[in-house]
């Protein structure tokens, strides 16, 4: 599961590096709001579970989308 949303955080931001837990989704990764609500989107498709809005707006790090979609599932 880790290595699945590893992957979809790179792949949202076309990310060349690798992808640690505790690097900042703006200033590290460049996410803006947009980018971070349509990762949201990418994860409930893709795991098959449902974001809440809530969660998202509070994301800072790879860490607090991976404890959310822990809390999801």
């Not at 703006?26 to 990418?42: K, P, Q, R």
């Amino acid at each position: 599961m880790l290595n699945k949303i590893l992957a979809l955080v790179k792949s949202q931001v076309g990310y060349g590096g690798e992808v640690f837990s505790e690097m900042l989704l703006d200033e590290d990764l460049g996410f803006d709001s947009i980018d971070t609500y349509e990762l949201a989107i990418v994860i409930e498709r893709e795991l098959g579970i449902e974001a809440r809005a809530p969660d998202i707006s509070q994301w800072l790090t790879v860490q607090d989308v991976i404890d959310a979609v822990e809390r999801w599932m």
